[in-house]
């Protein structure tokens, strides 16, 4: 089992950026991968999600066009770059990984194994 730590997180201002990171213990090719939050009372949510080879990328609505995921396969990471943060995308990110060749499920029960989480925490 492919074992996820997620880093950079963090307190930024509205507006600003952070980029998460999220190293595997093993490679993780023909593996999807992808980004979920949850913030505090709420359900797990997709943000982003990745093609194994990196071809395809989905994003949810409310984050289009202001996160970016990209994976680098010689390092075992996959990132989401964070622009224009704001106080609404406070939550716990977590990433996902499942083996699937043709692009990447969006929903969390479509995910086989999960990273333990970073803070991402916006001020308004």
């Known amino acids: 089992q492919v074992q996820l730590v997620e880093s950079g997180g963090g307190l930024v201002q509205a507006g600003g950026s952070l980029r998460l990171s999220c190293a595997a213990s093993?490679?993780?090719?023909?593996?999807?991968m992808g980004w979920f939050r949850q913030a505090p009372g709420k359900e797990r949510e997709f943000v982003a999600a990745?093609?194994?080879?990196?071809?395809?990328?989905y994003y949810a609505d409310s984050v289009k066009g202001r996160f970016t995921i990209s994976r680098d396969s010689t390092k075992n990471t996959v990132y989401l770059q964070m622009n224009s943060l704001k106080p609404e995308d406070t939550a716990v990110y977590y990433c996902?990984?499942?083996?699937?060749?043709?692009?990447?499920?969006?929903?969390?029960?479509?995910?086989?194994?999960w990273g333990q989480g970073t803070q991402v925490t916006v001020s308004s």
């Open positions: 990745i093609s194994w080879t990196g071809g395809s990328t």
């Open positions: 996902a990984g499942v083996l699937r060749r043709v692009g990447a499920p969006v929903s969390p029960p479509d995910y086989d194994y």
């Open positions: 093993r490679t993780f090719s023909r593996n999807a």
